[in-house]
């Protein structure tokens, strides 16, 4: 059974621009969370997806987007990028959310702002 | 903000040796997984320990949970040098049924040969 599939791996961008990043969940997977890793402020959680609907926000501000696709496949976008948002960005996906369950992490992608 | 504080931050071992990592948390949860990270890698999910088990093991792995002192435990027995990598743990308290995981800032473990 395939993992967690993020792309791109790694991008960089510049001040500004925006970015879209992409995961796709192991297969029969219908929770989608994703996650901000950064040295200062370490794994901080961005947002969970279900079913299409977004279930759960972290603290992020309006720059921080995302969306789930009818198979499960989720996007996340960042507009007018900061150098505070270079991190690595992290999926996991979940059979469902609302149960006891482990999160199964993709490789995630380094975002680098210049 | 952090949920969870893994103590030590920093743990050099040799080859063969036991490593205990420690977490504290701060709310009531529902449940805490140990994660652990590679380099420039994604978490793998080690142990998932339910509010109201106090024990757990997985082959070397330990995980012991102290819900009045709001603490856990992960012991890796007999480490070897593929151990080498950074844990969290994770708590979660499942606010109306969606997952949020909420992670410490990690221990750092390096096994030396």
């Known amino acids: 059974k395939a993992g967690v599939t993020q792309t791109p791996r790694y991008l960089i961008k510049t001040r500004g621009q925006q970015v879209t990043l992409s995961c796709s969940p192991i297969?029969?997977?219908?929770?989608v969370s994703w996650y901000q890793q950064t040295p200062g402020q370490g794994l901080q959680f961005l947002f969970e997806y279900f079913s299409e609907t977004q279930r759960n926000k972290g603290n992020f501000p309006g720059r921080f987007s995302g969306r789930q696709f009818s198979n499960s496949r989720s996007e996340m976008n960042v507009s007018t990028l900061e150098l505070g948002d270079s991190a690595l960005y992290l999926c996991?996906?979940?059979?469902?959310?609302?149960?006891?369950?482990?999160?199964?992490f993709g490789d995630g992608t380094r975002l680098s702002i210049l | 903000s952090q949920q969870g504080e893994e103590d030590p931050q920093a743990l050099s071992i040799q080859e063969g040796e036991n490593a205990t990592m420690n977490c504290s948390y701060k709310?009531?949860?529902?449940?805490l997984q140990w994660y652990r990270q590679n380099s420039g890698r994604g978490l793998v999910h080690l142990i998932l320990?339910?509010?109201?088990?106090r024990e757990k093991h997985s082959g070397r792995l330990r995980v012991t949970l102290d819900t009045s002192k709001k603490s856990s435990s992960l012991l890796i027995t007999a480490s070897r040098a593929a151990d080498t990598a950074s844990y969290f743990c994770a708590t979660d308290r499942g606010w109306g049924g969606a997952q949020k995981l909420v992670f410490g800032q990690g221990t750092r473990l390096t096994i030396n040969p």
């Open positions: 996991a996906s979940s059979l469902s959310p609302g149960t006891v369950q482990p999160q199964h």
């Open positions: 297969s029969g997977h219908r929770s």
């Open positions: 709310t009531s949860i529902n449940n």
């Open positions: 320990i339910r509010s109201n088990e």
